[in-house]
């Protein structure tokens, strides 16, 4: 009897260390943003999106309001069309928002990057953003200074 | 010679296949087996409770390795922040699952393969038989699906152990920032990594008891015969693990 209370004893705490090292393992070490209250999707388009990545973060004032759901090509307008999903509990983001791709440091991980603009209205579900600025590309950077200095 | 080495294939594919059906055999006898569910609690005491401070241990030093060794060379190029990302992603996706199957091995299964090869040698198996009790249904089936079941639980503790490993070198030890070190992680680590994991970490406990099971049922019943399946029990789960675990990394990556 002894004995069997034993092996259950150390089953149980197996089994629920177990359960709980899963359970660690799926909620703490990764960010999963679960949109409680819903989201809506908004459009913008970038001549060139750098290093971005779908499921980047979108950021505001530096807070992370959304991510980035999907980035496709279109063939027509040749650019890249990036949709932006944003947590529904920020719906009052004026519709003349501007979206920058953007860099955190200086090897980091790109984000988008928005900054409000003066609007009375609202970006809604579909909207897209109309300003937007490309990301930086280093090479690019470099080679219209090394191109300037040699001016001088 | 050559058929010598065509006897050899033969014996080859047929060892294979009899493996196969003795995989199908287990599979089809474990509704019965589940009816019984004592038997399986017991063997899920044995196969993980008593793995439970050998994984935990290896878990912590593996994870501390992982942070020292990813601090100094992270810190060549002055990313030391990353820390956490490393040691989580390495952890999840590859070394929890692989050394936690390995060290699975060499404990669970050598004691599922010897114990089952010890019934067979002192014709406890024969004996059920004559009693009209089935050997794979009460013996057989209970141990395999205790060790699978207890393998995915494992590899959790493992990497979640691992983890606090490598934060207690990283953190405290070498100074890497504490914010730093969980957000990076939190953020680089996909849904998808963690389910890499748990898928790699099923398929290895099926794997792993699988091989110690059939070893056991068909070691030849000798004292040198129970030795033998014990030592192709590891051997076997180890091959058989690092193969499968390179093919859903492939399949993962792709």
Redesign the interface.
Known sequence: MQQTRAVEIGTGAFVALGFAALFFLTTQTTNIQSFDDGYYDVTARFENIGGLKPRSPVNMAGVRIGRVESIEFDPVQLDAVVVLRIDANYDQLPDDTDASILTSGLLGSQYVGLQAGGSDIYLEDGSELLFTQSAIVLENLIGKFLVNSGDE | MIRDIIGALVGFLRTFGAFQLFFMRLLAESPRALMRPRLI??Q??NA???S?VLIMTCGFFVGAVVGLQGHSNLARFG?EDILGLFA?MSL?KELGPVITALLFAGRAGTALASEIGLMRTTDQLSAMEMMAVDPVSRVAVPRFLGGAF?M???V??F???G?LGAWCVGVPLMGVDNGAFW?Q???G???A??VE??IKSIVFGLAASLVAVWEGYNAIPTAEGVGRATTRTVVITAVVVLVFDFMITAVAIS
């Open positions: 609690v017991y899920i005491f993980g409770g008593l439970l990313t989580a999840i207890s995915p639980l494992l959790a503790i990497s979640s152990i983890i957000t992680m939190q953020d680590v996909a849904r990594d963690v994991g748990i």
